[in-house]
């Protein structure tokens, strides 16, 4: 008897923002309309507007675009749950989010509630806003050079890997000035491109320390939950199955390295062979498809993708 297939569902990180996302699931669905509904509730102004309608350098702003994708995401995620009977939406073995994405996965697998996620998500944006305002900093992607080489141009130029996101793509991270030698460093040494990419600070360094020490006071007064579908998570590329070890690794992503990669490398080797992406855009379908080509992947991104179905 053949084996059930496996799915993971993935949620994205921050860069996937765009200004009307998710006004036509809030116009379609009322199962997606509640969590509009919760978020502009648990954040005190209308963040569904934001959405909706921008203006665009609003919803960019590392403080409103993380809460605005968490939202968007689980909408998604909420509304094709709603019509699951007809869109045949297979249960997941795995969740995994993209950096932010992960805040999504946390709510997917029932740690969090969605009003205390998208309020965590939040202050998260908030904190690593303000540790990138302390020492200014950015983040670039690097096309074409192997993770070693760009080891070498990190320490070289003071200087982390961000992201190893799939092969030949990968994200470094650093103070500004630093950030523009490692990028003309990994050109000399064989990069096809190194494009700065549009955050506000050196996410997934230590120069976000701040932030860590912010959340870990957040983080300290609220109840999780064990996960009901295994977390792999961003940093070791394995899932996390208790409450205490999410919390750890929610503080350890900020200041390391996300290992997409290598998770979904993990989630293939376990015998997933369907990734569904839920959320805006298809980032990490792009990603996946590079990483594994023998894979299924499936996006859920918008009322019509969800009225189509996923079988």
């Given at each position: 008897?053949?084996?059930?297939?496996?799915?993971?569902?993935?949620?994205?990180?921050?860069?996937?923002?765009?200004?009307?996302?998710?006004?036509?699931?809030?116009h379609d669905f009322d199962?997606?309309?509640?969590?509009?509904?919760?978020?502009?509730?648990?954040?005190?102004?209308?963040?569904?507007?934001?959405?909706?309608?921008?203006?665009?350098?609003?919803?960019?702003?590392?403080?409103?675009?993380?809460?605005?994708?968490?939202?968007?995401?689980?909408?998604?995620?909420?509304?094709?749950?709603?019509?699951?009977?007809?869109?045949?939406?297979?249960?997941a073995s795995f969740v995994?989010?993209?950096?932010?994405?992960?805040?999504?996965?946390?709510?997917?697998?029932?740690?969090?509630?969605?009003?205390?996620?998208?309020?965590?998500?939040?202050?998260?944006?908030?904190?690593?806003?303000?540790?990138?305002?302390?020492?200014?900093?950015?983040?670039?992607?690097?096309?074409?050079?192997?993770?070693?080489?760009?080891?070498?141009?990190?320490?070289?130029?003071?200087?982390?890997?961000?992201?190893?996101?799939?092969?030949?793509?990968?994200?470094?991270?650093?103070?500004?000035?630093?950030?523009?030698?490692?990028?003309?460093?990994?050109?000399?040494?064989?990069?096809?491109?190194?494009?700065?990419?549009?955050?506000?600070?050196?996410?997934?360094?230590?120069?976000?320390?701040?932030?860590?020490?912010?959340?870990?006071?957040?983080?300290?007064?609220?109840?999780?939950?064990?996960?009901?579908?295994?977390?792999?998570?961003?940093?070791?590329?394995?899932?996390?199955?208790?409450?205490?070890?999410?919390?750890?690794?929610?503080?350890?992503?900020?200041?390391?390295?996300?290992?997409?990669?290598?998770?979904?490398?993990?989630?293939?080797?376990?015998?997933?062979?369907?990734?569904?992406?839920?959320?805006?855009?298809?980032?990490?379908?792009?990603?996946?498809?590079?990483?594994?080509?023998?894979?299924?992947?499936?996006?859920?991104?918008?009322?019509?993708?969800?009225?189509r179905g996923v079988g």
């Amino acid at each position: 008897m053949a084996e059930p297939m496996k799915v993971a569902y993935v949620f994205p990180g921050q860069g996937s923002q765009w200004v009307g996302m998710g006004r036509d699931l809030y116009h379609d669905f009322d199962s997606a309309r509640a969590v509009f509904e919760q978020a502009d509730e648990a954040l005190g102004f209308p963040m569904s507007r934001l959405c909706f309608e921008g203006p665009e350098d609003e919803l960019r702003q590392t403080i409103n675009a993380q809460p605005a994708l968490v939202t968007v995401s689980f909408a998604c995620l909420e509304a094709t749950r709603s019509v699951s009977a007809s869109s045949g939406l297979p249960p997941a073995s795995f969740v995994a989010g993209h950096s932010l994405g992960e805040y999504t996965a946390l709510a997917a697998a029932g740690v969090l509630d969605f009003a205390t996620t998208v309020y965590l998500a939040r202050e998260r944006g908030r904190l690593m806003h303000e540790a990138g305002q302390m020492i200014p900093g950015g983040m670039a992607a690097i096309i074409g050079l192997d993770e070693t080489l760009l080891a070498e141009v990190c320490e070289q130029t003071g200087t982390r890997i961000a992201n190893i996101n799939s092969p030949g793509q990968i994200v470094i991270s650093g103070a500004k000035d630093n950030l523009t030698q490692a990028m003309d460093l990994a050109k000399s040494k064989g990069a096809y491109r190194a494009i700065p990419l549009p955050v506000s600070g050196a996410f997934h360094t230590p120069l976000m320390q701040p932030a860590v020490d912010g959340m870990a006071e957040i983080i300290g007064g609220i109840s999780f939950h064990q996960p009901v579908i295994p977390i792999v998570a961003n940093t070791t590329a394995q899932p996390s199955t208790t409450a205490e070890s999410i919390k750890e690794e929610l503080l350890g992503q900020l200041c390391n390295c996300v290992q997409w990669q290598r998770s979904v490398e993990y989630m293939v080797s376990d015998g997933v062979s369907t990734f569904i992406e839920i959320g805006p855009g298809k980032v990490l379908a792009g990603l996946i498809k590079r990483i594994d080509k023998n894979v299924k992947i499936l996006n859920i991104g918008d009322a019509d993708a969800i009225k189509r179905g996923v079988g």
